[in-house]
């Protein structure tokens, strides 16, 4: 976000400077050593729908190093594994009846021809999927998977947040010619942030790390940005990309209503575990799970990126998204690993301890605002009332889930919108 918006400022002839709290820039799309290999912390992937992050990419001189692959989908349910990857085995698959799949087909095909998302944003998820797909195919389909990406959050959500995931999966199909087509960059986002950098540099944007805003107070002659290592800087404009609470808690003389509305988002966070195996675990780059289990879903970035990035050994993530009071927090990364590889191992039971060259464990507080009903309209204005200062931050997606794509996006728009 910030690194766009930085860029963007800086074609307008601004003088820029970014300022990291993190030792390195990228945020949620950084990447750290694992084993003797380097990927992203956090599993991402880009689509042939993504062309805000492709523009991004070709401008910083990635384009001839994005790779295309036809994926496949799978699905764990009862215990068994089924390939989800086609037509075919859709109608194939056991856990719901003919009936069922025409509507949970009819539901997606719907969801993907609305074009006034806001009407959503007042119904709850729940009502509006039982309604189209019908309460057997919600509960064997659809309630795992909400579950498994908001917990018991889902019930406080509303129906655009489905409709934004079909609409994102949709347009990819749409954009692959009805194939599941995904990218990645040789090297993954390390490749794309260090690029992305120099670019920034290039351009004479000034880059500081390990620099936490502690107070940001609007003086006379714009506004002095206290950091916790003790500098204090001054500037005429400041853009806030930090999450709404915090951004609330540090900027000074914020209005009542303003304060009031960043501090109602709601945020869910992640703990994902990335684990190395020696063999591939299955064809499938995504693995949807209806039974109960600790983690959101199996990612397998070795079903998509070449071995060769992972010394011929395959890298999955193990997800799980709650609140960031929730007391799964609380348990170490060892107690962590414990539950998610019991879970993994017991699932496919050919996986031995021999198999298993790393082991790692992310977590990050605020990840996603959560879209409760009537989401769009609780927003602040992303101008504040301190004329010079903005918040713009992954909370304003409104009408999308929350992406790479969708973030440069927005701060493509804000910096058109407000300079």
């Not at 956090?42 to 042939?48: A, D, P, S």
């Not at 409709?163 to 749409?174: K, L, N």
Request: glycine fraction near 6%; proline fraction near 2%; charge should be positive.
């Amino acid at each position: 976000m910030g690194m766009t918006i930085a860029i963007h400022l800086a074609e307008k002839n601004y003088d820029v400077s970014i300022y990291e709290a993190s030792e390195s820039l990228g945020g949620l799309a950084g990447a750290w050593q694992q084993d003797s290999i380097i990927w992203d912390k956090f599993y991402h992937v880009v689509l042939l729908s993504d062309l805000f992050t492709r523009e991004i990419i070709k401008e910083i001189g990635l384009d001839e190093e994005l790779n295309w692959v036809e994926t496949k989908t799978g699905f764990y349910s009862g215990e068994k594994l089924y390939s989800m990857s086609n037509l075919f085995e859709f109608f194939k698959f056991p856990p719901i009846n003919l009936i069922d799949k025409f509507r949970l087909g009819l539901t997606i095909f719907a969801a993907s021809k609305i074009k006034n998302w806001k009407k959503l944003e007042n119904i709850k998820v729940e009502k509006w999927l039982e309604k189209w797909s019908g309460r057997n195919t919600f509960e064997k389909i659809w309630l795992p998977l909400l579950k498994a990406k908001l917990g018991e959050n889902y019930k406080d959500t509303s129906a655009a947040f489905i409709w934004a995931t079909i609409q994102r999966m949709y347009a990819a199909r749409r954009t692959g010619l009805k194939k599941e087509m995904f990218g990645y960059v040789s090297g993954g986002y390390a490749n794309i942030v260090e690029k992305f950098q120099k670019y920034l540099e290039s351009k004479e944007i000034k880059i500081h790390t390990c620099y936490m805003a502690q107070k940001i107070e609007k003086k006379r002659d714009g506004f002095a940005i206290s950091f916790e290592n003790g500098i204090t800087q001054k500037f005429e404009y400041v853009v806030s990309t930090i999450p709404s609470s915090i951004s609330a808690r540090i900027i000074q003389g914020l209005k009542e209503d303003e304060k009031k509305r960043l501090n109602s988002i709601q945020y869910l966070g992640v703990v994902c575990t990335s684990v190395l195996l020696k063999h591939q675990l299955s064809p499938y780059y995504v693995t949807n799970i209806t039974d109960d289990a600790p983690f959101t879903g199996i990612i397998e970035m070795g079903a998509l990126v070449d071995k060769k990035f992972f010394n011929d050994k395959t890298l999955i993530y193990l997800p799980k998204y709650i609140k960031a009071d929730d007391q799964f927090y609380e348990k170490s990364n060892s107690e962590i690993e414990d539950i998610f590889l019991s879970k993994l191992k017991a699932m496919y039971p050919k996986i031995s301890d021999d198999d298993i060259s790393s082991v790692k464990t992310a977590r990050e507080a605020r990840v996603f605002a959560l879209p409760t009903l009537g989401y769009s309209e609780s927003l602040s204005s992303m101008k504040t009332s301190l004329d010079g200062l903005f918040i713009v931050n992954s909370s304003y997606i409104t009408n999308s889930t929350l992406n790479v794509n969708d973030t440069v996006k927005l701060a493509q728009e804000a910096v058109k919108k407000y300079f």
